[in-house]
């Protein structure tokens, strides 16, 4: 492949230039885009490697020593709580022969060893020592250019991400004004929200890409892929094409709900937009019905951590489904669990690409951690009902994705196209409190076709030199 790097467009090893794959004009992106080997390299090197992804939530590490393993992309890392308290997210491969250092999902420990040749690495990613160091070593180790490479990590609302970018944009530059929706729902409570048991992870035969760009906001299908669910009344999805979308730097967040009505006290209501204005009584229409997850007495921490205008957006969108570029979800919503009860759903999504074709389902549930045991257990049912495995939604969706990514292998579907038409102009609905760019009252494909325009952008520009980061 070449071009981008050397100044030359881009182009794919049969000499396809990359930006004959898309067109903005007529808003269409070519299949081929879910099928092709050099296209997933292109990748690896210019979205996994420099863009922020989540890695993990930090009730996931609570102690020094703990650790979970995940991945970036394709290449392993280990997310670690340091001695001082600082997550840390590194390389998981040893700087002797490249074998994976840590071989555990999760744990806690002092050390890393490798299991090849007994390389030890602190963790926070430092080299400590090696077997017969003194006798195999006589001009001694640099131990300071020896440790597992380190990514930048941040944190933002309990969530940690890492960049392999170390001189590229913050982490609240890549989430721009979606971080202001992420705080409303996953940063509310004094004690905030913790990860319930390990990640459920299984493998869908499809790209990533699906996922990723069907997360940022796309509605449409909905009515469509899950209209079982509404016949059976679990839900009735036309209320997705009526709230409202909002789009950021390529994340997307759908947010749904009217909960006022819902209320049956006539003497408590929102009468402005003035939000600080509107506290008192926002706090007590949320208490009669509190956002999923939540308990009434959990409301009175609201205010600890959420401005008026995000309480306010609690109160007339309490239902939220955010994505963030490239391939994560948030997800908080009212389900049904295996009972048919109405339950809370609190879940977060990741598509860990796996070559063009494959890509890990990874699945966490979150709850809040002052919430009663009853309603921890509610949450996780419900959440796991809809969102896990053999879940209601996820069965639906991958059945969508496995098919589309089987036919962009013929040879006449990858000359086809992903259409993007459904178009609509920005619109502010009459008091909305929530920073970003707005589509409503009808949600078509516009995030979506951000989420692309954000792909497109950072698959075509020039690859920077790895950096070692710190040691």
């Known amino acids: 492949m070449g071009g981008a790097d050397d100044g030359r467009e881009t182009c794919l090893r049969d000499g396809t230039p990359l930006s004959a794959l898309f067109d903005a004009d007529e808003r269409t992106v070519s299949l081929r885009l879910l099928n092709d080997r050099d296209v997933h390299q292109l990748e690896l090197d210019r979205v996994f490697a420099r863009t922020w992804l989540f890695i993990g939530h930090e009730s996931e590490i609570p102690e020094p020593g703990d650790f979970v ?20 997210v590194m390389l998981n491969v040893c700087t002797h022969r490249g074998m994976t250092v840590c071989r555990s999902d999760t744990g806690n420990t002092a050390t890393f060893k490798c299991p090849y040749h007994g390389w030890v690495f602190g963790t926070d990613g430092r080299m400590l020592g090696a077997p017969f160091e003194r ?15 380190k990514a930048r990590t941040e944190t933002h609302a309990g969530l940690v991400f890492a960049t392999w970018d170390h001189n590229g944009p913050s982490l609240a530059d890549h989430l721009g004004d979606l971080a202001w929706y992420l705080e409303l729902m996953l940063a509310r409570t ?18 990533w890409k699906l996922a990723g760009e069907q997360w940022s906001g796309d509605s449409y299908h909905t009515m469509t892929t899950h209209k079982s669910i509404e016949d059976l009344g679990f839900f009735k999805f036309t209320s997705l094409l009526q709230g409202i979308h909002v789009s950021s730097n390529g994340n997307g967040l759908i947010g749904i709900g009217e909960i006022q009505a819902a209320v049956n006290d006539t003497d408590t209501t929102v009468a402005t937009d003035d939000a600080t204005a509107n506290l008192s009584a926002n706090l007590e229409l949320l208490r009669k019905m509190p956002p999923g997850g939540m308990t009434a007495e959990l409301v009175d921490q609201l205010p600890n951590h959420l401005t008026p205008q995000q309480i306010q957006t609690l109160v007339t ?24 009860n109405i339950a809370a759903i609190q879940r977060i999504h990741v598509a860990q ?26 949450i996780r049912r419900a959440s796991t009902f809809a969102g896990g495995i053999s879940g209601w939604i ?78």
């Open 317 to 340: 969108t309490p239902l939220m489904i955010a994505g963030i570029f490239p391939n994560m979800l948030v997800w908080t919503d009212r389900g049904f669990d295996s009972d048919g």
């Open 69 to 88: 393993a995940r991945h970036m992309g394709e290449d392993p890392v280990i997310l670690t709580r340091g001695q001082d308290g600082t997550p840390h």
């Open 135 to 149: 006798d195999f070593y006589r001009g001694g180790l640099d131990k300071s250019s020896l440790g597992l490479r």
């Open 353 to 378: 690409p796996k070559g063009p074709g494959s890509f890990e389902f990874c699945s966490w549930v979150l709850t809040e951690r002052g919430a009663p045991e009853e309603l921890k257990t509610s």
């Open 394 to 471: 996820e069965q639906d969706d991958a059945d969508m994705w496995q098919a589309i990514q089987h036919n962009a292998r013929g040879h006449q579907a990858r000359h086809g196209h992903l259409r993007y038409n459904t178009l609509s102009q920005p619109s502010r609905p009459p008091g909305w409190q929530g920073p970003g760019t707005t589509y409503s009252p009808y949600m078509r494909d516009e995030n979506q076709w951000n989420w692309w325009l954000r792909y497109h952008h950072t698959l075509t520009q020039p690859v920077t030199p790895p950096v070692q980061g710190d040691k």
């Open 190 to 207: 004094d004690a905030g929200l913790e990860i319930v048991g390990s990640p459920q992870r299984f493998i869908v035969d499809s790209n």
